[in-house]
């Protein structure tokens, strides 16, 4: 009798598990979804003489369903950034806009963004992201085009990425993921010609919906970002922490799979 008593407590403890593991339905979006977050994080280059610079970002996501056509919604976003360090600012605004179908098995949708900023220029990409439901993981990719100008950055290339969230619970998922870009440029140079400029991006990120009642989460992140180009290599860490909100009650893979994209999926990312 204590045996059987063991076995049915085990059992029960890993029905426990699975249950809390397993992920919530998902859908086309019925009603606006909204959330927002801020964010400090700060960019360390190994470049020689090259001090941290420190960030402070606030953005805002929108999404909603288009009613005349099932499963398609659209979402629009922009943050402002403002970088530092000692005898320099700057100051970034970012736009983006998506149009996306919805389903119980995953996601998938055409992604547009827009960034400028003070004292380099500004980067337009254009492309289509999706994700893949498999239990609690949510496998994701995106790809497109990206350009830049105003500076003697300025160039046109593409870019890909990859990533998968594991949610060991309903509020806390864990994300791993790479994303890679090439931008053809001349760096203003009238006799070298024009050339590739490679940058990877290796990224861990971990988000807890500190409450469900009211929305608010607390997420972590790290990034190696590795630059390339004819020989002329730098790698950077890149660390982060935030505050997110959601509106409307949830987990946090309800808000994920139900509510606004995912944060890893719009735009194209080189740091964070």
Not at 59 to 69: E, F, H, N, R, Y
Not at 159 to 188: C, H, K, N, R
């Amino acid at each position: 009798m204590l045996k059987l008593t063991k076995v049915l407590g085990t059992a029960s403890a890993l029905a426990t598990v699975a249950l809390l593991a397993s992920p919530a339905a998902a859908g086309s979006l019925t009603d606006v979804a909204i959330s927002a977050n801020t964010e400090y994080n700060a960019f360390d280059s190994d470049v020689s003489g090259t001090d941290t610079i420190n960030n402070w970002l606030v953005g805002l996501t929108v999404a909603m369903p288009l009613s005349d056509i099932p499963n398609l919604n659209f979402q629009v976003a922009a943050s402002y950034n403002h970088s530092w360090l000692s005898g320099f600012s700057q100051e970034t605004w970012n736009f983006g806009g998506d149009a996306f179908w919805a389903g119980m098995d995953g996601r998938f949708g055409v992604d547009f963004n827009y960034l400028t900023a003070t004292h380099f220029g500004h980067i337009t990409n254009g492309g289509v992201l999706g994700e893949w439901y498999a239990g609690p993981v949510t496998v994701m990719a995106k790809g497109g085009w990206v350009s830049s100008g105003g500076s003697g950055f300025g160039g046109h290339g593409n870019y890909l990425g990859g990533a998968a969230e594991f949610y060991i619970m309903p509020d806390l998922g864990i994300t791993g993921g790479v994303e890679w870009s090439q931008v053809i440029t001349g760096f203003g140079c009238q006799t070298c010609g024009r050339t590739g400029v490679n940058n990877t991006v290796w990224q861990i990120n971990g988000e807890w919906l500190v409450s469900e009642d009211f929305g608010a989460s607390v997420y972590l992140g790290y990034a190696h970002n590795q630059v390339s180009s004819s020989g002329n290599d730098s790698d950077a860490n890149i660390f982060r922490v935030g505050l997110r909100w959601y509106m409307g009650a949830g987990s946090l893979v309800d808000h994920h799979r139900n509510g606004t994209l995912n944060p890893w999926l719009p735009s194209v990312n080189t740091g964070f």
